[in-house]
């Protein structure tokens, strides 16, 4: 075994001794301080997704005013048609050619 390995092993047993006996003895008003810093941040997050969900309503909202408003239009073999939404208007354009070809 290399120098460099089994130095890495070395550290590793130790440092992960050290986890556990930190681990074994918490201190209680860290552990409130952590818990107070993570009820704090689950309140922010639960904000901010209240105000994303909010956001979201309100584009919803604003896609349905402007569906109730818009027009269609469509091309086809009659012609360009162009209709409100709520069907009280109505723009036809279409469009005849009549040719007459003399050879004399």
């Avoid at 301080?33 to 901010?48: A, G, P, T």
């Avoid at 402007?66 to 239009?73: E, P, Q, R, V």
């Amino acid at each position: 075994m290399s120098l460099r390995k089994l130095s890495l092993e070395l550290f590793l047993i130790v440092a992960i001794q050290a986890v556990q006996v930190r681990a074994q003895t918490p201190d209680p008003q860290t552990q409130d301080q952590k818990i107070q810093e993570l009820e704090r941040k689950v309140e922010e997050l639960d904000q901010r997704v209240r105000v994303e969900d909010r956001r979201q309503e309100i584009k919803e909202e604003d896609a349905a005013a402007a569906a109730k408003t818009a027009t269609t239009a469509s091309a086809g073999n009659n012609g360009v048609t162009i209709r409100s939404n709520d069907d009280n208007f109505l723009l036809k354009i279409g469009l005849d050619i009549q040719a007459d070809h003399d050879p004399d």
